[in-house]
């Protein structure tokens, strides 16, 4: 199993302004890299890395805002962007 692929992305949110802290966990993926969890920097930023090649689901929490899945596949180095909405809007 290669594990030199990563997944690196932004959450923003509707405004298209970072959203620092949030909570980015892998909910599916390889075995070894089920639930595993990071947060965004000041930036929105994230950075999953030495991953195996594979199907991840991407789950992006953060308080105040509706939650939101992803799935992205690696293999290669991936990038993404993940807008989150307000709740309440």
Same mark, same amino acid.
């Given at each position: 199993? #290669?594990?030199? &692929?990563?997944?690196?992305?932004?959450? +923003? $949110? #509707?405004?298209?302004?970072?959203?620092?802290?949030?909570?980015?966990? +892998?909910?599916?993926?390889?075995?070894?890299?089920? %639930?595993?969890?990071?947060? &965004?920097? %000041?930036?929105?930023?994230?950075?999953?890395? %030495?991953?195996? #090649?594979?199907?991840?689901?991407?789950?992006? $929490?953060?308080?105040?805002?509706? #939650? @939101?899945? +992803?799935?992205?596949? &690696?293999?290669?180095?991936?990038?993404?962007? +993940?807008?989150?909405? @307000?709740?309440?809007?």
């Amino acid at each position: 199993m #290669s594990h030199n &692929t990563e997944i690196k992305g932004k959450v +923003i $949110n #509707s405004a298209g302004q970072p959203i620092a802290n949030a909570v980015v966990l +892998i909910k599916k993926g390889p075995a070894l890299y089920q %639930d595993i969890a990071i947060l &965004t920097n %000041d930036e929105g930023l994230f950075h999953l890395q %030495d991953l195996a #090649s594979g199907t991840y689901t991407l789950r992006v $929490n953060k308080e105040g805002f509706i #939650s @939101k899945v +992803i799935e992205t596949k &690696t293999g290669v180095p991936t990038r993404v962007q +993940i807008v989150l909405e @307000k709740k309440g809007t």
